[in-house]
Every structure is written in structure tokens, then in C-alpha cells.
């Protein structure tokens, strides 16, 4: 059962190089299983023990699940992001190198760890907007889906300093190459590919992704390596268990945002009024007042689901000796003092009473005292809409690499989780009293 879930998570994350095409592959998960689509800018009816997504950008999605049972409801949240640290192409992308050779022009976005990409065929991916007949703009997915570029290092015998700490430079060091003596813009390369004229081609989102097929390995096959395991795996545990739960007093949502990797302060982003704008347009499409809305609010439950540090087998230094995670352990939650991760003892223990009847286990995860670590959704998004909230991931080596690892059991046991949350029912009943059912 572990093997074949997670093949099936390797799959959705080697179709999906960029955030615009994890929201499509997201959406196209929803319409196979009846969601409907609504815009934004378009007035929403809704029917109870019905099913819809919104998109904002093309690279954030939020779906939910109308329950039928909504006299005093609460909304089941679990939030995940679509972007990965990357190298994002520039407007004007083409640098010559003495007349020879064509560089792509690239800016980091993210932490990334600038070695990892070094001397791997990489590709191109993104959105390209394209001008219609009618005065219309419109969004087309491009993925070369082959070996485009490739960031060379240098030989060691021009750089001896390179096993010694060396410092990349991003606008030096970084830059891909492209093409040689024969020359080619990405802008035409881009038009043949989407078939259109250059001249219809009038803005892009372009990134560069890692080409390495995803691998399964170990001794006895318990690893799983990948590109943007942070935080696709997340994304799709989350909406494996939200497409496999029920729940008929509740609003269940899953929302995938973009941005998390550089601050989520954005239209898309967690930090953006997105959750909030869905949440109270569904309670008003309900025909429901504000003051059931803020009670729904106040019986709400968030799981932020991004990935966690496991122990580094060479490094186990770098982490809590008390606190820590390993691969194929269980689902890790996260807790900081200074509320980075925004888990508190009551939503503690929610997940452990949620994980206990799941039949999942869990571990637990602090940085050490004297170490910073990231921030991620959770603490974000709850300065939007403020409701309980557990920061939760699964272990995974090398985070923010091109490259990434995890365990093979890990993703069954988020898919559990995720369904045994979406499926109960979720009313504070009195001053810190919080009551869960099926």
C-alpha cells in the first residue's frame, strides 16, 4: 500500500514543474470528481452536499466541501503551498558570452541550495499569457518537458576553492546555458512550442526545474527522491484525504497557495485575503449571517501541512536531540516558542487525538535553542482568519535542494490523517473545551 500511494505521489509531482501547474493538476483532480469551477469576480450560488474550487493567479486553489447538515457548522482547513524554490527566468533572457555561447538570464526565488542545481539538465516551465482574437488575454501551461539548459560548474583546476566554502554568486556563477553558435530566443522557442507568434506572446511566468526523474531506493526500497517534495507531497496528501472524506456538518477546505517560499505576502499568497474572501463568501452563499460566520470561525480547525527536517544521518548536530524526526516515522509536528510554527497545546493535542484514531503515528519536532528555522502557512494565514492551527509535514532530507528525499511510508500515513480530520466534525462547547466527532 505505501509503494503504490507513493509512486502515485512521485507521478503527480514529476507532471507538475511549476505552482501554476500544480494548481492545474489540482483542478483537474476536482473535475474528474465533480467540484465546480467558480470565479472570483463572478456571484457564487451554492447548494448544501455540494462540491467547488476557486483559483486566484492560476497557482493558488481553494476547494471545499458544502456539508448538509450546517445549522452550526465549522470549516475543516488544511493548507499546503504549490511553489518550490527555484530560478525564475527574466523579461529579456537571453546574455551572449563572446559571440559563442547564450546564457539565460535567471534570478533566484527562494532559499535554495545553489550547489544542488549545478551540472543537471534542466528544463523550462511556467505560464506564457497570449493575446485572442477579441481583445481578449489568455493563460497557456508550456513545458518543454526536455533537456533545455544546464548550469555547468567550473573544473576544479580553475576554481581549487570550490570543496572549501566556496560563495556562489547567482548572476555569475548561476546562469544557464542555453545555446551555442546557433542561436535561438526562448520568446520563439516558446511560440513554436505553444504554436503562435511571437508577437502574441505578451507576458510570462518562466522557471527552470530539474530534469532528474524521481527515484525510489535503499537497501530495502524505504527512500524517495525527488524535485519539490516541500511542499508538493504535502499538497498531495492533502487532497488525496479531502477527496476520500465525508462530512455532512461541516465545510470541509483545502486550499494550496503560492508564495510560501518567499513570504506568502502576495495577491495568491497566505498572507493575501484568499482564505478569508472564500470563507465569508461561502457563509454568505449560504444565506448565513456574520455572526454565524464568526461562530463558525470560532469552532474551525487548521492543519498547516508543509514539510519537516528530518535528522541528517551525517549531521544529527543540527537538530533537537529530544525533538527531531526520521523518515517512514509518522507525520511531524511542529511547534516554535516564537510562534513561526503556530501549534499550541490544545492543537497539539487535537492532532493526537485525530492521528490516535487514524491509526497514525506522530513525532514531534523543535529546532534547537540556539538555530533559526523557517517559517511556513500556519502562523500566516491565521493573521487573515483566526482560527485553532497545527503546523504538521513529513521528514524529508535536504530541503530547498533541486533534489530532495523522504520516506517511503510517509506519505500513507499524511493521506490518513488528512481523511480522519476531514471526515469529524469540530464544536468548542465551552472555555477551552473543544468537542470532535464523526
Avoid at 31 to 50: F, I, K, N, V
Avoid at 65 to 71: D, I, M, P, R
Avoid at 316 to 339: F, I, L, R, W
Wanted: proline share 3%; glycine share 8%.
Amino acid at each position: 500500500m505505501y509503494r503504490k500511494l507513493t509512486e502515485e505521489m512521485l507521478a503527480f509531482i514529476q507532471k507538475n514543474p511549476t505552482a501554476f501547474h500544480t494548481a492545474a493538476s489540482i483542478q483537474e483532480a476536482l473535475d474528474g470528481a465533480g467540484y465546480r469551477e467558480l470565479l472570483e469576480s463572478s456571484p457564487w450560488t451554492l447548494e448544501p452536499g455540494c462540491n467547488y474550487y476557486v483559483c486566484r493567479n492560476g497557482s493558488s486553489i481553494i476547494a471545499f466541501q458544502v456539508g448538509t447538515e450546517l445549522e452550526q457548522y465549522s470549516f475543516n482547513i488544511a493548507a499546503s503551498h504549490s511553489d518550490s524554490p527555484v530560478f525564475k527566468v527574466k523579461e529579456k533572457a537571453e546574455l551572449e558570452t563572446g559571440g559563442k555561447y547564450v546564457r539565460l538570464n535567471t534570478e533566484g526565488y527562494g532559499g535554495m541550495i545553489c550547489s544542488a542545481w549545478l551540472d543537471r539538465p534542466l528544463s523550462i516551465a511556467g505560464r506564457v499569457l497570449v493575446r485572442q482574437d477579441g481583445g481578449s488575454i489568455r493563460t497557456r501551461l508550456l513545458d518543454f518537458k526536455r533537456d533545455l539548459a544546464l548550469i555547468p560548474n567550473v573544473a576544479i583546476h580553475m576554481n581549487r576553492e570550490v570543496n572549501d566554502g566556496f560563495k556562489f554568486n547567482k548572476q555569475v556563477d548561476l546562469l544557464p546555458l542555453f545555446a551555442g553558435v546557433e542561436k535561438g530566443t526562448l520568446l520563439g522557442l516558446a511560440a513554436k512550442e505553444l504554436g503562435v507568434e511571437e508577437s502574441e506572446i505578451l507576458g510570462s511566468d518562466l522557471y527552470l526545474y530539474n530534469r532528474d526523474r524521481a527515484s525510489v531506493w535503499g537497501c530495502n526500497e524505504e527512500f524517495v527522491s525527488s524535485g519539490r517534495l516541500d511542499d508538493q507531497q504535502c499538497a498531495f496528501t492533502a487532497l488525496k484525504g479531502f477527496l476520500a472524506a465525508k462530512n455532512s456538518r461541516s465545510v470541509n477546505v483545502m486550499a494550496c497557495f503560492d508564495n510560501e517560499e518567499v513570504g506568502s505576502g502576495t495577491k495568491q499568497g497566505a498572507a493575501s485575503t484568499f482564505l478569508p474572501d472564500t470563507l465569508k463568501r461561502i457563509n454568505m452563499a449560504l444565506g448565513k449571517s456574520e455572526e454565524a460566520y464568526l461562530r463558525a470561525l470560532a469552532s474551525s480547525f487548521m492543519l498547516s501541512a508543509d514539510n519537516a527536517h528530518a535528522v541528517h544521518p551525517n549531521h544529527p548536530e543540527h537538530t533537537d536531540a529530544g525533538n527531531c524526526a526520521y523518515m517512514n516515522e509518522g507525520v511531524v509536528v511542529k511547534s516554535h516558542a516564537g510562534q513561526k510554527y503556530t501549534s499550541d497545546g490544545m492543537s497539539v493535542a487535537v492532532v493526537r487525538e485525530l492521528a490516535s484514531r487514524a491509526g497514525v503515528p506522530l513525532q514531534y519536532f523543535a529546532n534547537r535553542s540556539d538555530k533559526n528555522g523557517g517559517s511556513t502557512l500556519g502562523n500566516i494565514a491565521m493573521a487573515q482568519a483566526s482560527v485553532k492551527c497545527v503546523d504538521i509535514g513529513l521528514p524529508q532530507l535536504a530541503m530547498h535542494s533541486c533534489y530532495e528525499t523522504a520516506g517511503m511510508k510517509d506519505t500513507w500515513y499524511m493521506v490518513q490523517l488528512m481523511k480522519e480530520f476531514f471526515s469529524s466534525h469540530f464544536q468548542e462547547t465551552g472555555a477551552g473545551v473543544l468537542q470532535i466527532e464523526k
